[in-house]
Nanobody, 122 residues
Framework: QVPLVESGGGLVQAGGSLRLSCTAS????????MGWFCQTGRKEREGISS????????SYTTSVKGRFTISRDNAKNTVYLQMNSLKPEDTAMYYC???????????????WGQGTQVTVSS
């Protein structure tokens, strides 16, 4: 059983929007902080956004502030990333992550998803 499964990636034109979803199973979703990371080529995965276990605290990397919104539905074991005003430089593989730290996702989360590709054309 795969603990985290992402969906919602795809090809979109610059300025467009995508909504990524990540559905969890096999662990107590409501007690884990959740987050999204992205990775391009051989670069290290970069933290994009994080949300606390209760959804009350969110954080974003500077490059996506004001454009991306993270949210979660603990009843559905799902975390979302709404991506607006997409830019070609947002092109990457996006990974969902779950961390036993209830407040934010660290660089060593407990679970990783398999990733979903986002490609933004100019």
């Amino acid at each position: 059983q795969v603990p985290l499964v992402e969906s919602g990636g795809g090809l979109v034109q610059a300025g467009g929007s995508l909504r990524l979803s990540c559905t969890a199973s096999g662990f107590d979703f409501g007690t884990y902080a959740m987050g999204w990371f992205c990775q391009t080529g051989r670069k290290e995965r970069e933290g994009i956004s994080s949300i606390s276990a209760d959804g009350g605290r969110t954080s974003y990397t500077t490059s996506v502030k004001g454009r991306f919104t993270i949210s979660r539905d603990n009843a559905k074991n799902t975390v979302y990333l709404q991506m607006n005003s997409l830019k070609p430089e947002d092109t990457a593989m996006y990974y969902c992550a779950a961390d036993t730290n209830r407040m934010f996702v660290t660089i060593t989360p407990t679970y990783w998803g398999q990733g979903t590709q986002v490609t933004v054309s100019s």
